[in-house]
């Protein structure tokens, strides 16, 4: 297991040093933070930094670095590396920056901050895209967690309005427009902190168990360093996509402005924004290693993965619970699906109704204010959540699209990182180069993906397998990446000859 062991080692150094380098790059200071200066007691409220650490590793993490991980394992233990070094290099650099300009715009959405640095038609471009991202989200989020307890009462013995999903639904609803409406210290600060320890006990109760007990063998990286994917999905760049916030994703952008309002110090940020991520990094790593190791290989080929995986995420996730910690496990598992979930989709809506705030101009110190747009973006959420509940709204196809949009945000506030970099004249390399890479995986993606252009553009043999058309999606990917790069370089330039 010595390859776990060294991507665990050099994560945490990661966070100490290049994580150190990236919070140098920026330059915090002791200027008066929006949480200080704006105070209204709703959404900017100073926290103590271990909660404000709690409550974003929570709001950015979910089912995230568990699920994903564990998808991302198909490939096999190469997926380690991806993990590792796309924490280290892109996610928690994208956390850290989508916060901390966010901080040094009075907590401002992201939707905000990208139209500041990359011009007014992105910014359109990215409220639209946020809030609608947003919704959907939320409202995935509480389908699921409905749809898990109603198992869960069925399989106790519940009946009647216990096992009704419409019911469950509703509940949990009502507890969004709540969490959504009310100052973000009464409920995600007080029970987020304890809901987050779950998740890094669930973590460590995992890697705990696969290494006390002897059936179970974390694979080496350099044993398998090609795919092990059972249906041949190549690894670039579907594994990239694929392990999402185990790695970088867009939405946390969406949610680090939240803590960027409860900060008290800019100097939190380091252990705030990058530490959050590392931690999901860590998580993310312990979920992987339980997809290639608790499962049997036939072949060279995770089937047993995929086999598991195909039963569904709650199923999988209780599954490598009760295999690695017995019936502890088996109850932490229960909390995680149903919690995660729930704690993602409430942050979620949070976030629309900030970036509809801060799109309009409408203050939210008020609750005639925070009503006119809570109403609203419950109302959709609710309208799409009931209405797939009751069988007339199908948005699975849709949903799908999620994977790659996620990404192309973070390529997106990865560039508009590089610009406030530029304009303070820093070091714009270290955002840049991950936004460049960001965007040969999204558009190459795009190209590949069945819910994309892989529809037209990729072959299937006579047993119904995809042929990926790899020879036209690998150079237009690559292409793509050095004309944003060019674009870029370009326009700091033009701004250069300009002062």
């Known amino acids: 297991m010595i390859s776990f062991l060294l991507c665990l080692a050099i994560l945490i150094v990661g966070y100490f040093v290049y994580g150190k380098i990236v919070d140098n790059t920026f330059g915090p200071d002791d200027r008066e933070t929006p949480a200080v200066r704006i105070n209204d007691g709703v959404d900017y409220v100073v926290m103590p930094q271990w909660k404000l650490f709690l409550v974003q590793l929570l709001n ?19 997926v380690f590396l991806w993990i590792t070094f796309g924490t280290i290099f892109a996610g928690g650099v994208h956390d850290y920056f989508s916060g901390m300009m966010s901080e040094r715009n009075d907590g401002a959405s992201i939707a905000e901050i990208t139209g500041k640095y990359l011009g007014p038609v992105m910014q359109n471009v990215m409220r639209v895209f946020s809030v609608v991202l947003l919704i959907m989200v939320g409202t995935v ?36 427009f709540i ?8 409920v995600i600060g007080k029970i987020y902190p304890i809901f987050g320890i779950c998740l890094i006990i669930m973590a460590i109760g995992v890697i705990f168990g696969i290494f006390t007990n002897p059936a179970y063998t974390i694979p080496e990286i ?27 994703s867009g939405f946390h952008s969406t949610q680090s402005p ?12 380091h252990f705030v924004f990058y530490g959050a991520m590392v931690c999901e990094g860590v998580i993310a790593l312990i979920w992987a290693a339980a997809g290639c190791s608790l499962y049997e290989v036939t072949g060279g080929l995770n ?27 088996i109850a932490l598992a229960m909390v995680g699906v149903v919690v995660c979930p729930i ?32 109403i609203p973006v419950l109302g959709v959420g609710a309208f799409l959540g009931i209405g797939n509940a009751l069988g007339f709204i199908n948005y699975t196809v849709i949903w799908r699209y999620f994977s790659w949009t996620n990404q192309t945000l973070a390529m997106i506030v990865l560039w508009a990182a590089s610009m406030y970099l530029f304009k303070e004249k820093k070091n714009y ?14 558009s190459t993606y795009f190209i590949l993906a069945p819910e994309c252009l892989g529809g037209l553009l990729n072959a299937k043999t006579a047993e119904g397998a995809t042929i990926y058309n790899t020879a036209v999606a690998y150079p237009i990917g690559i292409i793509f990446a050095i004309a944003m790069l060019a674009v870029f370089l370009h326009a700091t330039k033009k701004a250069a000859q300009k002062a």
């Open 179 to 186: 969490a959504t409406f009310i100052s973000i210290d009464a």
């Open 303 to 329: 089937t047993g993965l995929a086999e598991a995986l195909a039963m569904g995420q709650s199923k999988a996730i209780y599954d490598v619970c009760s295999k690695t910690m017995g019936g502890v496990g």
């Open 60 to 78: 950015i993490a979910g089912l995230g670095p568990i699920f994903g991980a564990m998808q991302g394992a198909l490939w096999g233990p190469v």
């Open 222 to 248: 350099w044993d398998h360093f090609g795919s092990m994917h059972p249906s041949g999905t190549p690894i670039w760049s579907f594994m990239f996509i694929t392990v999402a916030c185990g790695a970088i």
């Open 343 to 374: 704690t993602s989709g409430d942050t979620a809506f949070r976030s629309a109704r900030l970036t509809l705030a801060d799109w309009f101009k409408i203050d939210q110190d008020g609750y005639a204010n925070r009503l006119k747009l809570c």
């Open 141 to 176: 989020f509480a389908v699921g967690p409905a749809g898990l307890i109603v198992e869960l009462c069925s399989q106790s013995g519940a009946s009647g309005v216990l096992t009704s999903l419409l019911f469950w639904l509703i509940i949990i609803l009502v507890y969004y």
């Open 258 to 269: 939240l803590m960027a309002r409860c900060m008290k110090s800019e100097k939190q940020g």
């Open 429 to 442: 390399w270290i955002t840049a180069v991950p936004a460049t890479f960001m965007s040969a995986v999204s």
